[in-house]
């Protein structure tokens, strides 16, 4: 048996989270078009026959703003501790620039072998994936170097052969059936949270936060939290026409993780200031 841990590092909305959902073949991780759409560090976990491949996928690299960056950029920091590996995630659809340079001189420091991916390559002509390629290259002394699509799984395959090839003999971490460390209650938060993202944008997704009351029998309640009125007024709709689209929208999965049939319910509420308050983010687990 081979285990351990490999994190998965990049700048924001380079595809992290919908790489880690690939390799494990499940949604762990919420995925949206905004960056900064992962604020801790989630574990995706892929078991085969004869390994357990621990993925920690990480809120993208981001120079801290408030108590809620500067906490996720600390997770970052911290989840480079007793990795095996790292996969180093670059958009092959942007310039590779000073961001990833950037990035590339801690993760070529860990003194653990870098597997870069170079994600986003669906539709991308050859000669465009083979300059990325040359660029991405010249980033640091890499272990290997896939182009994939995280969206298409194109090349997944290969990856996840090539990070269970770093892992060393070890024990299983987690029970073969379990895909992920987060419990259902962080779960439904984050599958909430991530129809908000969805039917939002500007600076309203940045200020959503998404807390779970209660889940019973028949009922789960959560709240969506934002930091002002005219963000509730956005997120509430016309008539309570987004509110009530965030639910229609995050029902169903949330029925498919329960296994049963739920009222979702949801209520906006304005808490100023939410990013900055330690005892919020405590509670939100970030
Ligand atoms: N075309 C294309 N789009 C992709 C691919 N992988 C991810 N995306 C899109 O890129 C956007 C960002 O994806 P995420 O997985 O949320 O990115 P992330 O790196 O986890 O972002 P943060 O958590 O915000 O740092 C989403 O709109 C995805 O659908 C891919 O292989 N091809
Ligand atoms: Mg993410």
Known sequence: MR?????VAGRPNVGKSTLVNALVGHKVAIVSDKPQTTRRRIFGIANGTDYQLVLADLPGFQRPLDTLTERMQHTVDAAFEE?????FVL??????????RFIAQR??????????ALNKVDRLKPGHIAQQMNAAA???DFHALHPVSAKTGDGVGALR???????????????????????TELQIAELVREKALALTRDEVPHAISVEVDEIDEKVVRARLLVETESQKQIVVGRGGSIVKEIGTRARPEIEALLGRKVFLELVVKVRPRWRRDGATLDRLGV
Do not use: K, N, T
């Open 107 to 116: 993760v070529f420091s860990l003194g653990v072998p870098v597997v870069i």
């Open 138 to 140: 010249r980033l640091g």
């Open 3 to 7: 285990s351990g841990i490999v994190a």
């Open 91 to 100: 958009s092959a659809r942007e310039r590779i620039g000073a961001g990833d």
């Open 83 to 87: 990795v095996e590996g790292v996969v």
């Open 161 to 183: 052969d090539e990070l269970v090839s770093l892992l060393p003999q070890g024990p299983l971490y987690f029970p073969p059936e379990q895909d992920s460390d987060l419990s």
